[in-house]
């Protein structure tokens, strides 16, 4: 059974960083691709970033340059580092594994200005 958790979501200033996690489980997380995904208030859900089984990345446009997807395949970790922070990057933050299509629970960023 494919389970997702993150953590690492908290309150933080404008222009902070935080570190997320989505620790896999019930599967073999290494042959799969992963994403994190994130949901605003009064939006639509909206791809973060990915990155495939062999560590290929992509980002939207909104985070380049700022937000680093990364995993630890030894681990079954998904990690999304996250630095100069913006208000706009409030959201509830979720893992996904692409091939199964499962989501975590969500960890809310809120980003104060």
């Known amino acids: 059974q494919v389970r997702l958790v993150e953590s690492g979501g908290g309150l933080v200033q404008a222009g902070g960083s935080l570190r997320l996690s989505c620790a896999a489980s019930?599967?073999?997380?290494?042959?799969?691709?992963m994403g994190w995904y994130r949901r605003a208030p009064g939006k639509q859900r909206e791809l973060v970033a990915d990155?495939?089984?062999?560590?290929?990345?992509n980002y939207a446009n909104s985070v380049k340059g700022r937000f680093t997807i990364s995993r630890d395949n030894a681990r079954k970790m998904l990690y999304l580092q996250m630095n100069s922070l913006k208000p706009e990057d409030t959201a509830v933050y979720y893992c996904?594994?692409?091939?199964?299509?499962?989501w975590g629970q969500g960890t809310q960023v809120t980003v104060s200005s």
């Open positions: 996904n594994d692409a091939y199964y299509d499962s």
């Open positions: 019930g599967y073999r997380f290494s042959m799969n691709p």
């Open positions: 990155i495939s089984s062999g560590g290929t990345t």
